[in-house]
């Protein structure tokens, strides 16, 4: 009964996050349950293969991609997300936005959402505290 309690908890946090419902909630809390020793976001990132792999050889420097090394389903849960949270009228939505207009690809600013995401639930599993979005550091312009 305290397990059932603490996953609803789990799952009350991660929905609070835009784009994560309760059924991307679950999936993220299955797939990850057995990370709880890891304690950097950048380690959930390259887990799910949404970390940045520079491509380059000597002088030769090719674009960057993601690894896609790494769970699919929850690459997957989170790219869904990003989806969501791109057609939004909020801080993450304005983010996507913003790198759509400086002449970023959809997909590239949508993996880049996508990251951030992650990023953002990892923070709020790890902190306990619900999604705060007035609680975000400033973005560096790119």
Not at 54 to 59: F, H, I, Y
């Amino acid at each position: 009964m305290a397990e059932s309690a603490g996953l609803r908890e789990q799952v009350d946090l991660l929905s609070s996050v835009p784009g994560i419902g309760k059924l991307t909630a679950a999936i993220v809390l299955a797939e990850t349950s057995h990370l709880q020793d890891m304690q950097d976001s950048r380690q959930w990132a390259a887990y799910a293969g949404l970390s940045p792999v520079p491509r380059q050889s000597g002088a030769m420097v090719g674009r960057c991609r993601i690894s896609k090394i790494g769970n699919s389903r929850l690459r997957r849960a989170f790219y869904l997300s990003a989806v969501t949270v791109s057609r939004l009228k909020n801080p993450m939505g304005d983010d996507y936005r913003r790198l759509v207009g400086a002449g970023k690809p959809k997909k590239v600013a949508l993996i880049a959402l996508a990251r951030k995401i992650l990023r953002t639930s990892f923070a709020v599993l790890k902190s306990a505290k619900p999604f705060d979005p007035g609680d975000q550091r400033p973005q560096i312009a790119s």
